[in-house]
């Protein structure tokens, strides 16, 4: 019998690779507008797949990693 591994809880809590930039910011804690300026001043990387504007999960653990307060 083939398993597959759970997801990790601490670091894939949905096994998802990528977010809509609503359910990226719903899931930080910030607004819309705070990722959509991220994104416009090319600090966060996404992806435009017709209409809908995606952000990969290893592209926002490494743009949150940057934000970190020392």
């Known amino acids: 019998m083939i398993t597959t591994p759970a997801p990790n809880a ?3 809590p949905d096994g998802r690779i990528s977010y809509s930039v ?7 804690g ?3 507008s ?5 994104i416009k ?7 435009k ?3 809908r504007r995606l952000l990969m999960r290893d592209d926002i653990l490494t743009w949150l990693s940057t934000k970190r307060a020392v």
């Open 10 to 12: 601490a670091t894939e």
């Open 22 to 28: 609503e359910d990226a910011a719903e899931a930080m």
């Open 30 to 32: 910030v607004g819309r």
């Open 34 to 38: 705070f990722l959509y300026l991220a």
């Open 41 to 47: 001043n090319g600090e966060l990387a996404s992806l």
């Open 49 to 51: 797949l017709g209409k």
